[in-house]
């Protein structure tokens, strides 16, 4: 199973700007989904894009997936301090419905 | 709804012993996965258990061993401890395939 590779690696941004991550993958997914990780805690599942959807939106999140470029971006708008975290993207692929998890983005929102 | 619940929050064993790790998933989740993160390797799909069956399993040694009561609530067991298993350990529960996983906070098992 493939894993996806987050871009960059750290990210760190003063509050109220936009931030934005990528995740890049080999192989065609059944779907993706990316997740926030706060310090040492487990992990909350964001947002769910399937193959056959470009772009969803929730809250001040929106992912976009493109298929033909085998990537997929999460835009958090109007950052704020409580987003600082490590986020992670997260494909399932093939016939396997376990999502294989990237290295994650680590994303420090200064106040 | 309660979350995902897993205990204990941290434990500190000694190499060569042994420990087991507990998780309740959501009520009504059927499929409870175990993950083992660490800075060096990340995330890592240990095994999902569904209706008391061990339905998938990553690539970790048969040190590394599970199970699933009726009641959902799923064990994780690992043997003969080594100070490479200090990790944290993430149990998750879903509803169906198309949704996300619900994570607990983790067990946090340092090996000394």
């Known amino acids: 199973s493939q894993q996806g590779e987050e871009d960059p690696q750290a990210l760190s941004i003063q509050e109220g700007e936009n931030a934005t991550m990528n995740c890049s993958y080999k192989?065609?997914?059944?779907?993706l989904q990316w997740y926030r990780q706060n310090s040492g805690r487990g992990l909350v599942h964001l947002i769910l894009i399937r193959s056959n959807e470009r772009e969803k939106h929730s809250g001040r999140l929106r992912v976009t997936l493109d298929t033909s470029k085998k990537s997929s971006s999460l835009l958090i708008t109007a950052s704020r301090a409580a987003d600082t975290a490590s986020y992670f993207c997260?494909?399932?692929?093939?016939?396997?419905?376990?999502?294989?998890f990237g290295r994650g983005t680590s994303l420090i929102v200064h106040p | 709804k309660a979350g995902v619940t897993q205990t204990p929050r941290y434990l500190i064993k000694t190499r060569g012993q042994q420990v087991t790790l507990s998780c309740s998933p959501i009520s009504g989740h059927r499929s409870v996965s175990w993950y083992q993160q660490t800075p060096g390797q990340g995330l890592q799909f240990l095994f999902e258990?569904?209706?008391?069956?061990?339905?998938n399993k990553g690539n970790f040694p048969g040190r590394f061993s599970g199970r699933q009561f009726s009641n959902s609530r799923s064990e994780m067991n690992v043997s003969t401890l080594e100070l490479g298993d200090s990790a944290l350990y993430l149990c998750a529960s879903f509803e169906d395939r198309e949704t996300g996983y619900t994570f607990g906070s983790g067990t946090r098992l340092t090996v000394v």
């Open positions: 997260a494909l399932t692929s093939g016939g396997s419905y376990i999502p294989t």
């Open positions: 258990y569904f209706s008391e069956t061990q339905r």
């Open positions: 192989t065609s997914i059944n779907n």
